[in-house]
């Protein structure tokens, strides 16, 4: 199983997949477990995937991403269900991702399209409280990490 | 005598000097006289001509996609002369590291502006680096020299491929094709490939249909051989598109025998790619110039353009201003500028004295009234600078309201000698064919007409190329001239390479130079180039801080808007010299293709990076867009 943190850096709660994933580098995990920074182009993630096909049976993303209409704080954990993609948008993030785009959807359709995702994957995203710049998340984001790894050793329990 | 506009005139030792008698010599209200004038038709004219007529329709393409970054661009067609009548480009996002810069550390300059973009900021930490060294007044030792040449050579082998399979190819595949052009496809489907031989296409449609986006095999084909560039780029750079070894003297990575052998392994690949590349935009061209001769006039434009050079010569290469125009000769890239045509200098210091940025059209605060106190009425030769020019410049951003007759724009509008013209990788093959002064090489030759390649031997057998200067400049070109672009670069990498192997075995393995950072005052300037041209950045420095920070890139020349005698930029220009070739059956199912493979052939790359302006000039807030963390 693959755990991996999605996102730019720097930029508190929106480099929260780096900074939980950072702090998860610090858990005890089972040997199954790999932890992966993947916040790079996508195309270059994918390529990665790619290296090794078939290693990972299921992949858990997390990333810090603004969705509308959601409360600041809120955690979404959800099975991503592979949805039928339209080349153009496809081609637009690779366009994107090719010229510097980072994102989860961006990195989501990608691999989805050229087929580089185990058969189960799973989103952790959090929306952000603060945006601005920072390597740390914000003091609220903080104080919940116990229960942010909790989540992801349910995830990893649960496998 | 290489300016026509810019009141400068030269002595018999070639010096520059300020001609007299001018009251107030660098007013944008003196008259000039332009190459290839093209001009708007007015604002009130075209909304009359839109109101009365349904055939006149407005174009708007926000964002303009496969390109990097934020571009808009609109146009009014008039679909029934099939013709553009008004183009205005926009690059709609605020791009703040010239202020992000002040007051700070120049050699952050490095990292922060690498920054500027998510395709290729290595080439910006290069020019930063150029430009301290400048300002510090020291040099990196040779194998230095050579290894920062290779970086920027591995940094347009992914470049290069990037754009013209994933972003502009995909405007030459089938499925455009055949959506855009029925007619075209079916004549597709039944040419021979004259490139057969080279790229194994029997039909231009079999070609075609391989550059189709995400399923052909030229597409899948290139985003392979993006990844064996970064992985070359990585081994010496650390990381990509924001390397952390070049620093101010060199690079601070240690060069063996292994790490060049890991760079030559990845290098050698582009060599067999590279010449079934040229055949690909060869046929590409050919094709469409045969289907219809109006394709040579798309993206027509004059023949204006900038390129400071690229690639420095171990030998001759001190970083001082004083020696610039010396040591701009012997690059690999041929520094020039080129207008209406004629070669008129490859000095680096008169391409530096020509160069002026105006905001008429921008959204910024005029900081020259044009004939106040400048603060370099000269540059370190003693030659006269405009108001106008980076080193006297303040970025002021001001935004405001689009509107057409005013501001419209964050681009600014540079000009060289007040001329419009455009940057591209295909300016430094056309200055290096035309100037004839690339150094003795065993892969390269300047013909004065033409730029010669012989390419080694691999899968594929050794291989003689010839990109010859074009008679028309346009959409095609562009292309065309990009694809031999990267033959170009590979061969000077091996160049190169082969250099820096020598000095290893020699035991010159010194890469970096020790500095101490000067508290005087003084400026620099990086003259380098992006994968898309022309890049420089001037600086001004005191008491060990930036003071001025100033960036030219290709991109802010191309996509610049129309200037202090309005004058549109390279796009607009590009645009309004555009026929509709289109097929459609009415207005609702056109899709301006014409005008995107215009826009898309100069490899439009906007700063891909949002500020949050907050007032006073301040800059608050920063979103990189990178593609950082691919470590080697």
Redesign the interface.
């Known amino acids: 199983m693959l755990i991996a943190g999605v996102g730019h850096p720097n930029l508190k709660d929106l480099s929260f997949g780096q900074i939980l994933l950072a702090h998860l580098e610090n858990e005890t995990w089972p040997p199954i477990v790999d932890l992966e920074n993947l916040s790079f182009g996508a195309v270059a993630v994918l390529q990665w995937f790619q290296d090794s096909p078939g290693k990972y049976d299921k992949v858990l993303f997390i990333t810090g991403v603004e969705r509308e209409g959601r409360e600041p704080g809120t955690v979404n954990f959800y099975k991503y269900d592979f949805p039928l993609l339209d080349d153009e948008v496809v081609q637009a993030c690779v366009a994107e991702s090719v010229t510097g785009i980072i994102g989860l959807d961006n990195l989501l359709s990608i691999l989805h399209y050229f087929k580089a995702l185990p058969p189960d994957v799973e989103i952790f995203e959090l929306e952000p409280v603060d945006t601005n710049i920072g390597f740390e998340c914000s003091p609220e984001i903080e104080a919940r990490f116990p229960e942010f790894v909790q989540i992801v050793r349910d995830s990893v329990t649960a496998f | 005598m290489c300016f026509k506009n810019l009141p400068i005139e030269f002595d018999g030792q070639g010096k520059a000097f300020l001609k007299g008698g001018i009251r107030d010599p660098y007013s944008t209200k003196n008259v000039i006289t332009s190459v290839g004038e093209v001009e708007q038709m007015p604002y009130e004219t075209v909304r009359e001509l839109l109101n009365r007529n349904g055939y006149i329709k407005d174009v708007d393409f926000d964002p303009v ?5 934020a571009l808009a661009f609109h146009g009014v067609a008039n679909l029934e002369d099939r013709k553009f009548i008004e183009a205005r480009s926009m690059a709609t996002l605020f791009r703040g590291y010239e202020i992000i810069m002040c007051g700070r550390d120049p050699r952050d300059a490095i990292f922060i502006t690498s920054r500027a ?3 290729c900021g290595g080439v910006h930490s290069a020019t930063a680096a150029l430009g301290i060294e400048m300002a510090f007044g020291i040099k990196p030792p040779p194998l230095g020299i050579i290894v920062r040449n290779l970086l920027l050579s591995l940094e347009f082998l992914y470049d290069h491929p ?1 754009h013209l399979f ?2 502009a190819g ?1 405007d030459y595949s089938e499925l455009i094709v055949k959506a855009t052009t029925p007619s075209l496809w079916e004549k597709a489907v039944k040419t021979a490939a004259p490139g057969a031989a080279m790229h194994g296409y029997a039909t231009m449609g079999e070609l075609m249909r391989d550059m189709n ?2 399923s052909g095999n030229l597409y899948l084909e290139a ?1 392979h051989m ?2 064996v560039a ?1 992985e070359a780029y990585v081994v010496i750079g650390g990381k990509y ?1 924001h390397p952390e070894t070049l620093v101010p003297g060199g690079v601070s990575t240690t060069i063996t025998l292994q790490v060049f052998n890991e760079v030559y392994v990845r290098l050698q690949q582009f060599f067999d790619y590279s010449k079934k590349v040229v055949a690909i935009w060869d046929d590409i061209t050919e094709f469409f110039y045969d289907a219809n001769p109006d394709y040579r006039k798309v993206g027509m434009r004059a023949k204006n353009m900038v390129d400071l050079g690229i690639w420095d010569d171990p030998d001759t290469y001190d970083a001082t201003y004083e020696n610039c125009a010396e040591w701009g000769d012997k690059r690999w890239a041929t520094p020039g500028a080129i207008i209406g045509g004629e070669l008129v200098t490859t000095s680096l210091q008169n391409l530096n004295l020509g160069i002026e940025e105006f905001i008429d059209h921008s959204f910024y605060e005029q900081w020259s009234n044009g004939n106040g106190d400048l603060k370099y009425p000269t540059d370190p030769s003693g030659s006269p600078l405009s108001p106008y020019h980076p080193w006297n410049k303040t970025t002021l951003p001001r935004p405001q309201g689009q509107n057409w007759k005013e501001k419209y724009t964050w681009a600014t509008s540079p000009r060289w000698d007040r001329q419009v013209f455009e940057a591209g990788a295909y300016v430094r093959v056309w200055n290096t064919a035309a100037a004839k002064k690339i150094r003795p090489n065993q892969f390269l030759e300047s013909t004065g007409t033409s730029l010669k390649m012989r390419l080694p031997k691999g899968a594929m057998p050794e291989t003689d190329l010839e990109w010859k200067i074009p008679n028309d400049w346009n959409t095609f070109e562009r292309n065309r001239a990009r694809a031999y672009a990267l033959p170009y670069t590979a061969l000077v990498a091996m160049n190169d390479w082969l250099r820096g192997l020598d000095m290893l075995k020699k035991g010159h393995t010194e890469v970096s130079t020790p500095y101490e950072i000067p508290k005087s005052n003084r400026v620099g300037v990086g003259f380098w180039g992006a994968g898309r041209g022309f890049l420089s950045h001037h600086m001004e420095l005191d008491k060990g801080l930036v003071t001025n920070y100033q960036i030219i890139t290709p991109s802010t020349i191309n996509a610049s808007p129309q200037d202090a005698w309005h004058k549109p930029g390279p796009y607009e220009e590009a645009v309004l010299n555009t026929p509709i070739l289109e097929e459609f059956d009415k207005a609702e199912n056109y899709k301006g293709i014409d005008l995107l493979r215009t826009l898309r052939s100069f490899d439009p ?1 906007m700063p ?1 990076t949002t500020h949050i302006y907050a007032g006073e000039h301040k800059v608050v ?10 470590d080697g």
């Open positions: 996609t496969r390109v990097a970054g973009c998510g395709v990037l994933l972003l995909p986006p995400l985003l993006t990844r970064r598109p790359c891909c807030r920063e979103i990189n867009t990178c593609a950082c963390g691919v």
